[in-house]
């Protein structure tokens, strides 16, 4: 059975730090991402990374502030977020595919987490 298991939300003022962590559990992946999503707003791409190659994408609004890595051998993946600020305010979701191509399309990742509720105030 997969599973995933975000943490590390939580309450941060702006300009500060946090790092998520999701633990995958059941099988291994293609890729793996994070998503978000605002109060009153559709879920949005942040970041997704390859499994066996590293590679990496970023959506424009977190280009340059966050950080996604993973840990092969722990079957876990990271986001790393500085310099946060009150519009990153969201659930994060951790997500997973087994497609054997890069994809930011949330319809594209078949396991999903729980979300971990990140605030950032102002």
């Known amino acids: 059975q997969v599973q995933l298991v975000e943490s590390g939300g939580g309450l941060v003022q702006a300009g500060g730090s946090l790092r998520l962590s999701c633990e995958a559990s059941?099988?291994?992946?293609?890729?793996m991402a994070w998503f978000r999503q605002a109060s009153g707003k559709e879920r949005e791409f942040v970041a997704a990374?390859?499994?066996?190659?590293?590679?990496?994408g970023y959506a424009d609004s977190v280009k340059g502030r966050f950080t996604i890595s993973r840990n092969n051998p722990k079957n876990m993946v990271f986001l790393q977020m500085n310099s946060l600020k009150p519009e990153d305010t969201a659930v994060y979701f951790c997500a997973a595919t087994g497609r054997n191509y890069y994809t930011e399309t949330d319809n594209d990742f078949d396991f999903w987490g729980q979300g971990t509720q990140v605030t950032v105030s102002s």
């Open positions: 990374i390859l499994w066996g190659l590293g590679g990496a």
């Open positions: 059941g099988r291994t992946f293609y890729s």
